[in-house]
Nanobody, 122 residues
Framework: QVQLVESGGGLVQAGGSLRLSCAAS????????MGWFRQAPAKEREFVAA????????YYADSVKGRFTISRDNAKNTVYLQMNKLEPEDTAVYYC???????????????WGKGTLVTVSS
């Protein structure tokens, strides 16, 4: 089993930055892809970004491309999401996920964190 714990959320003004972290425990996640999803109020959970097991490939939703950067440190069993130029539309609960069942774009992953809230004020 893998436990994922997100941190780094908070309140930030539009145009600001935040860095989310997701620490994995239970077993190593160094051999699986990891990703970030988000869910805004009254909306479905949506894909944000993902990274391959060795960091060689990254994937982004069009809405965050050029503003967000996903990275990972396998030695620390941790994945990060650097979020720059934040917009009010980025307000959501951000979830970390590990080990996709199919493609990274789908919401079917084997492990999920409980989420961290990001609020962007205008």
């Amino acid at each position: 089993q893998v436990q994922l714990v997100e941190s780094g959320g908070g309140l930030v003004q539009a145009g600001g930055s935040l860095r989310l972290s997701c620490a994995a425990s239970g077993r190593t996640v160094s051999s699986v892809a990891m990703g970030w999803f988000r869910q805004a109020p009254a909306k479905e959970r949506e894909f944000v970004a993902a990274i391959s097991w060795n960091g060689g490939n990254t994937y982004y939703a069009d809405s965050v491309k050029g503003r967000f950067t996903i990275s990972r440190d396998n030695a620390k069993n941790t994945v990060y999401l650097q979020m720059n130029k934040l917009e009010p539309e980025d307000t959501a609960v951000y979830y970390c996920a590990a080990d996709p069942q199919r493609t990274v774009w789908d919401s079917e992953w084997n492990y999920w964190g409980k989420g961290t809230l990001v609020t962007v004020s205008s």
